[in-house]
């Protein structure tokens, strides 16, 4: 059982970073990061701020932003709710962005 969660998980991953075909890479990292950054900035958050409304780490924030780190599905929700946006909307303006690079 545990083997088909696992399977599942994976491609829901693998699908989050698969947006109009676009691989999973530097770009698409950096890209998320840029969205995330430009919704934080008009909430008016500081990366503390979303960090402790998300319950992680401010330097996991910062690296996030920085592209230096991917998001798990959880991780997204998660920030997507601090903000107060719908992950529909944040996954949106991503695959606006990676149809213009």
Do not use: N, W
Request: net charge positive; with cysteine.
């Amino acid at each position: 059982m545990q083997g088909i969660v696992g399977c599942r998980l994976q491609t829901v991953q693998a699908a989050i970073f698969r947006f109009r075909g676009v691989p999973r890479d530097s770009t698409s990292a950096r890209i998320v990061g840029q969205v995330l950054v430009e919704i934080r900035d008009e909430a008016h958050l500081t990366q503390e701020e979303l960090a402790g409304r998300a319950k992680m780490d401010r330097s996991y924030i910062s690296d996030v932003e920085r592209g230096e780190a991917s998001l798990s599905v959880d991780r997204l929700l998660r920030i997507c709710k601090a903000l107060g946006v719908p992950a529909s909307t944040v996954v949106g303006r991503i695959e606006k962005q990676i149809g213009r690079h």
